[in-house]
C-alpha cells in the first residue's frame, strides 16, 4: 500500500520568493530614509542660501544708511560711481565680517558668475572671506539695477551651491530708496 507523506515544509521556491519579499521590504524602507537624509540635506542648505542672501540685502542696505545719515550720496562706495564694487552692471561679494575696506565689498573678477566661494569660520560659523577660513559650496554675487535715476535701486542676490553633480541657486530681489 502507497501512503502520501504528511510531511510539509518550504520548497526552494518558496523560500526564495519570502527572501525577496523581505528584502523588497528592507530595500523600500532603506530608500525612504536615504530620500529623507537627502531633503533634510537641502533643506538644510537652502536655509543657509535664504539667510545668506537676506544678509547681503541687509548689509546693501546698512551701507545706503550709513552714507545717507553721514551727508554723502545714498549710494557713495556702493554704485555711485563706475569704479564702485557694485555699480551697474558688475557684480560684486560683500563680508560682512571684515567690513573696514569699501564696507566690505568687493567686485567679482570677470562679471557676473565669477565670485568666489565663501568661506566658513569652523568656531563662529561665521560666512566670509577671510583666507584662513576653509571654502564652503556656497558662492553669493549682488547686482544692482538702477530703476528711477537718484531714486530707486533693485538689489539682486543670488546664492549659488551644490551638492554632488546638482547645481542650485536662491536669489532674491529688494527695491531700495533714496530716503533722503
Known amino acids: 500500500m502507497h501512503t502520501f507523506s504528511t510531511h510539509k515544509g518550504f520548497t526552494l521556491v518558496e523560500t526564495l520568493v519570502a527572501i525577496s519579499v523581505l528584502v523588497l521590504a528592507i530595500t523600500g524602507a532603506f530608500t525612504a530614509a536615504q530620500n529623507g537624509i537627502n531633503s533634510s540635506i537641502f533643506s538644510k542648505d537652502q536655509i543657509i542660501a535664504f ?83 576653509p571654502d564652503t559650496t556656497f558662492r553669493r554675487e549682488i547686482t544692482l539695477t538702477q530703476i528711477v535715476q537718484d531714486h530707486e535701486v533693485a538689489i539682486t542676490v543670488t546664492v549659488y551651491w551644490s551638492k554632488g553633480v546638482v547645481n542650485r541657486q536662491f536669489r532674491v530681489r529688494e527695491n531700495i530708496l533714496n530716503w533722503q
Open 51 to 133: 539667510y545668506l542672501a537676506a544678509e547681503g540685502v541687509e548689509q546693501i542696505r546698512n551701507i545706503r544708511d550709513e552714507d545717507t545719515l553721514t551727508s554723502q550720496n545714498w549710494l557713495t562706495g556702493i554704485a555711485a560711481d563706475p569704479s564702485d564694487p557694485c555699480y551697474f552692471g558688475k557684480a560684486c561679494t560683500v563680508d560682512t565680517v571684515n567690513t573696514g575696506v569699501n564696507n566690505g565689498l568687493a567686485v567679482c573678477p570677470s562679471g557676473p558668475g565669477t565670485c568666489p566661494a565663501l568661506k566658513e569660520d569652523p568656531v563662529t560659523g561665521f560666512y566670509g572671506y577671510t583666507s584662513s577660513w
